[in-house]
């Protein structure tokens, strides 16, 4: 069983327990694709859960979760991937990705843009997705 998990780890090798006891996971099965730091040593890591894209936002200071970007759809009705995520220098968040159509059927290439606090940058794309298009493959 796979599950998301980050941790910190003091310069002895040992988990911080000042760090959410050590570290912070997402309670079910899922995978990780991404991990980031923003200007302020939040983290912030991205992963998939059943059909969906997930991003959490952790504190730098104790681990606690500080937001959820969750259950974002790529795709109405799509089978949604997740690769990675970058940090923009504005702290801003995109989110690399694939996202399923069922008609025609295939996988487009996907970039999200959200504020660093999950709120999609609607100004991006007309409404913070961007469907790149499929590059030749499914």
């Known amino acids: 069983e796979r599950v998301p998990m ?14 959410n006891g050590g570290f912070t996971s997402y309670p ?4 990780t694709f991404g991990l980031a730091i ?15 894209t997930h991003i959490r936002r952790l504190s ?15 795709n109405a009705g799509s089978d949604d991937g997740v690769k990675d995520l970058v940090i923009l220098p504005n702290d801003d968040v995109l989110l690399l ?6 008609s025609p059927s295939r996988t487009d290439s ?10 999609l940058v609607s100004s991006w794309d007309g ?10 493959g499914n």
């Open 110 to 119: 996907a970039v999200v843009r959200y504020t660093n606090g999950g709120t």
């Open 28 to 31: 079910t099965t899922a995978d």
């Open 60 to 74: 730098s200071s104790d681990g606690s979760v500080i937001a959820d970007f969750t259950n974002t759809d790529l």
């Open 38 to 52: 923003d200007s302020t040593g939040d983290i912030f890591y991205a992963f998939r859960h059943g059909s969906d």
């Open 127 to 136: 409404d913070g997705i961007a469907l790149l298009g499929n590059f030749g």
């Open 6 to 19: 980050v941790a910190r780890i003091d310069t002895n090798g040992s988990l911080d327990a000042t760090f």
């Open 97 to 102: 990705g694939t996202a399923g159509t069922s």
